[in-house]
């Protein structure tokens, strides 16, 4: 099986000074706008790291919630947070590390049975796969 999901950008303008807009297939963003500053000076707007880090944040708990399942239990909440870094290296720039923080609540689940889980997920999470980049996790069991 095969599923294609798309998302766009638009661009105009100088790196600086130019603005741009990004898309999502199933409307969840239509035309947001993102830019330099919004990607380095924190003006309003989007930017691609966070976009890798609620997609990578998305993805790794809907596969927790796979790897829990197949194990019998059900989490009554799981809030995932990916904090992408993006450093300026001798050849540009890149995204050298993402760490995943997670907080759970799974009643009737001890500690060491959670971060085995949570470790799989991490693993075997389809955006985890695609970065080549160092992924750290942190895992809470509230």
């Not at 998305?58 to 450093?87: H, N, P, Q, Y």
Request: proline content about 4%.
């Amino acid at each position: 099986m095969q599923i294609h999901r798309t998302g766009s950008a638009t661009w105009t303008g100088g790196l600086k000074d130019g603005v741009g807009s990004i898309s999502t297939q199933s409307g969840a963003l239509t035309a947001y706008p993102y830019g330099f500053k919004s990607r380095f000076e924190g003006v309003a707007g989007s930017n691609p790291e966070e976009l890798l880090g609620a997609a990578h944040a998305a993805c790794f708990t809907m596969a927790l919630s796979l790897v829990l399942g197949e194990a019998g239990i059900t989490a009554e909440r799981m809030d995932t947070k990916a904090i992408v870094e993006l450093a300026q290296t001798s050849d540009g720039f890149a995204i050298p590390k993402i760490e995943l923080q997670l907080t759970a609540t799974i009643p009737g689940t001890d500690d060491a049975t959670f971060q085995k889980h949570a470790a799989t997920a991490k693993a075997n999470c389809p955006v985890s796969k695609l970065f080549n980049a160092e992924i750290t996790l942190t895992a809470v069991l509230a």
